[in-house]
């Protein structure tokens, strides 16, 4: 599996390896009942410790999104698309919160906020 960590990002290593399968999941490029790399195999491709990959999938096992059998390894759980959906759109309203919020104690009002919003999106490329 690979992924694109950086030591230089403020973001800890768990984090970029759990976000990233996140995104994969939710995405459909993983789908249900994929088995992931043991975590001492993606450890040794991602040249990072042991207890960042295992608190990376203890994240995501947290969330539901994979399941231990054990003896067999890791697996993506079966979600519906509804459920997905729902994960993902947890995920947008925990990260825009915060930032959303400083904006307005910056002084910028909702409409600007929306503005800059919807111009990110369109730069993005994003369908309307």
Excluded: C, N, W
């Amino acid at each position: 599996m690979l992924l694109t960590l950086s030591e230089q990002s403020p973001e800890p290593l768990h984090g970029q390896i759990s976000r990233q399968i996140r995104a994969r999941i939710l995405a459909g490029r993983l789908v249900a009942g994929a088995g992931l790399p043991s975590i001492r195999e993606l450890a040794r491709d991602q040249r990072v410790s042991v207890i960042t990959v295992k608190r990376a999938y203890s994240d995501l096992e947290g969330e539901g999104l994979i399941h231990a059998r054990p003896g067999k390894g890791f697996f993506v759980s079966p979600l519906s698309e509804p459920e997905k959906e729902g994960l993902a759109l947890e995920r947008l309203r925990e990260a825009l919160t915060p930032v959303v919020q400083d904006a307005l104690a910056q002084g910028l009002d909702a409409d600007r906020v929306r503005g800059i919003i919807e111009d990110s999106l369109k730069t993005t490329g994003a369908p309307e």
